[in-house]
């Protein structure tokens, strides 16, 4: 008996890792070769892979498909119909083999909000925050809160994602977990974790 529950309207390629705990919700698709973690939540019409890796405790919403050159780290959600690619330059006739796809690597605890599109080769930080339709065309720095097409920086957030705001010297804290960070530039660094 798996330790991990697989919807019987679902499909799971054979050489495919999945760890305990993860659910895998109805009419989804996990593909050859792909790795997917512990303790995560695939909802309806999920398709992973081929290849694509999936850490731990992530949350894969409805009708998301995570392609090929995908990596999502451990505590990454990504809300429902949002959009991976994996082809910068997209053509029928003269298709892009597999080790020509752009990476994309989503850091831990990042979340992607419904119906953005995250545009290969980009990395998400640590804890970014992608506002719902935005379109990612370029990497995203930790703790960034990004919006619009094409998507900029709005602001900050904390790992718990409430809103930071930083002092001329740079200081930010936490209204609501307690955690104190430090901004340079579009840098931004946990400093300590609370009470």
Known sequence: MPEYFVHESSYVDADVEIGAGTRVWHFSHIMRGTHIGKNCTLGQNVLVGPNAVVGDNVKIQNNVSVYEGVVLEDDVFCGPSCVFTN??????AHPTAAEAYGKTIVRRGATIGANATIVCG???GVHAFVGAGAVVTRDVPDYAIVVGNPARI???CCACGAVLAFDDEGNGHCSTC????MKSG???KLVASGP
């Not at 082809?87 to 029928?92: A, K, Q």
Request: a positive charge; aromatic letters at 10%.
């Open 178 to 181: 307690g955690k104190t960070y």
């Open 122 to 124: 980009n990395t998400l």
């Open 154 to 156: 709005h602001g900050w």
């Open 186 to 188: 579009d840098i931004v």
């Open 87 to 92: 082809v910068n330059r997209p053509r029928s």
